[in-house]
């Protein structure tokens, strides 16, 4: 399997006012889905349904700076040999492997240049 970004979150510090904005300016639909405020994206059509994505709370994954930008999920077949490859290359696990029922286990991790990004391993399971 090719090592693809697949998936987005949009952070907010206001969701709604940030589920209107994306709403009125993309035409982009929104499911509430999971914990409080945290939002599925559908971008796109049947035809062409574009990147998965997310609408959140903003957080910190890296303690004291909080995320003003679009976080990118890369889709991987192993995540613990990504998480231990990032190690050896310079990068930290900023968040350890958590598991999202029916979806897959999930890390972000932080790469030599101060970017965070995460790497899924996705359920053979999981469609959307």
């Known amino acids: 399997m090719p090592n693809n970004v697949r998936h987005f979150s949009i952070n907010a510090d206001n969701t709604a006012r940030a589920r209107k904005f994306y709403e009125s300016v993309f035409g982009w639909k929104f499911q509430p889905w999971g914990p409080p405020d945290f939002f599925l994206v559908q ?11 997310s609408l959140q709370a903003r957080r910190e994954l890296v303690k004291g700076e909080k995320i003003t930008s679009y976080e990118c999920s890369i889709s991987v077949d192993n995540v613990d040999a990504i998480a231990k490859a990032v190690q050896s290359n310079g990068g930290k696990i900023v968040m350890p492997k958590v598991e999202i029922p029916g979806v897959g286990r999930l890390i972000f991790f932080q790469d030599p240049e101060g970017n965070v990004a995460g790497a899924m391993q996705y359920e053979k399971s999981y469609q959307r």
């Open 43 to 53: 971008t796109g059509t049947e035809e062409d349904p574009g990147i998965e994505g």
